[in-house]
């Protein structure tokens, strides 16, 4: 076997070099998409404060952390199921919401909060925003279900 690089091998390395030297370049427009999403889906609320506190009162009552972007990414992952991109106008964020809503309604997706019956899209919603305003309880270990 010979100690010679082959050109494919050269090919590879010249790649991977360039992929690594560019990472960092990237990690800041992968932490504004995040923070664009959140706050895409935190315009959707008419009082961002109070979906906050119930938000918390939720992450509390299920021991949940307060991963904005965790509850981003879920929130965005059914949103995308009803056809919604992010960058979308607000108008159309909020009626993708509300099919959502209509659905988890229909299908029983639902979790309690102080007796009140709201989608699993709702909770995760206020919790975005309790995450986003910095009113989450302390982080915990987030929760991966739904």
């Known amino acids: 076997m ?3 690089i082959s050109r494919r091998q050269l090919l590879v390395l010249t790649g991977v070099g360039l992929a690594a030297a560019a990472l960092p ?8 998409e995040r923070t664009t999403l959140a706050g895409e889906l935190i315009a959707t609320l008419a009082d961002p404060a109070r979906a906050a ?3 918390r009162q939720w992450m509390v009552s299920t021991e949940r952390g307060g991963n904005t972007s965790v509850f981003a990414q ?3 992952k059914r949103l995308h199921a009803r056809g919604w991109h992010p960058g ?3 108008d159309v964020t909020r009626s993708a ?6 659905y988890e309604f229909r299908h029983d997706d639902m ?6 019956q709201i989608s699993r899209t709702e909770a995760e919603l206020c919790a975005l925003a ?3 305003l910095g009113t989450a309880p302390a982080e915990t270990e987030p929760s991966t279900e739904g």
């Open 2 to 4: 010979s100690d010679a």
């Open 111 to 116: 979790v309690e909060i102080s007796g009140w």
């Open 53 to 55: 506190e119930i938000g």
């Open 97 to 102: 919401i509300g099919e959502r809503v209509r």
């Open 74 to 76: 879920k929130i965005a």
């Open 130 to 132: 309790a995450a986003s």
């Open 88 to 90: 979308d106008p607000t």
């Open 25 to 32: 370049a990237a990690l800041p427009l992968l932490d504004r």
